[in-house]
């Protein structure tokens, strides 16, 4: 079956959320959830990269409509604020509230997931599209 920006991104969501998940369940023993933090951060830094500097930056040069592309990114930065908040409660060996981080991320992926991606499938050239998946392959894999 043919290979769709969709498809990928979900699969990369799926694995933002699961790390998301053992982070919350880690949150007993500070030192593991600690851990467990270091690997989300660095993941979800990677796939907002792809995001940033792959996706958008290509779609944006293909005159994709930039508003959304503004809103997406703005809520890149709300949810690193999140981390960051996170990331300093557990510096001070204190248990964080990750229930906000929780329901931006989630709503934020939800929109890639069904508006955003499939659309850029439909606007896309085969071409952009192929740039796209070795790119993020480059990314993940690399
Ligand atoms: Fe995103
Ligand atoms: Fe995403």
Redesign the pocket.
Known sequence: MKNTIKKVMDKEHERVEKILEEFENSLWNLKLAREIFNRFDWTLEK??FI?EKIIFTIYNSSDGESEDLNE?VK??KEIIWEIKKIKDNLDRGVRPSIAKLKGIHKA??KF?DEVFYPRLDDELSEDEKELIFERVEEVVRG
Do not use: N, Q, T
């Open positions: 796939h907002f995001e997406l809520e890149h934020h992926s890639e």
